[in-house]
């Protein structure tokens, strides 16, 4: 089982990926791929919606609230869009070692 700040995070990554994708997106199709392995956790996210600038959007408190949440856990976010392309969120975070 994963730590519960990992968890709570992934959770709201989600969270907010899926409101965001409903609300601005007009996407008709939607890819969430979560994998686990004994040294990290990847999050992917792909939708094919209308897609945006991320260099024109500096207002989303959702986005910057993702990339905070994943930078506390000392994780990697990437957030790939274009205009008309769609829209990709990648999340990696690395477990902390546990005993055997």
């Known amino acids: ?3 519960t700040e990992i968890s709570t995070a992934v959770y709201r990554i989600i ?3 899926l409101t965001n994708i409903y609300k601005h997106s007009g996407a008709t199709q939607v890819s969430l791929h979560l994998q686990q392995s004994r040294e990290a956790i990847h ?3 792909v939708d094919n919606g209308q897609g945006f600038d991320p260099k024109q959007n500096t ?3 959702g986005l910057q609230g993702m990339r905070e949440r994943t930078a506390a856990l000392g994780g990697q ?3 790939t869009s274009q205009p008309q392309k769609g829209c990709r969120i990648t999340v990696s975070i690395l477990l902390p070692k546990l005993p055997l």
């Open 43 to 45: 999050l992917d996210i």
């Open 77 to 79: 976010f990437s957030l």
């Open 59 to 61: 207002t989303g408190f």
């Open 1 to 3: 089982s994963l730590p």
């Open 15 to 17: 969270q907010e990926s």
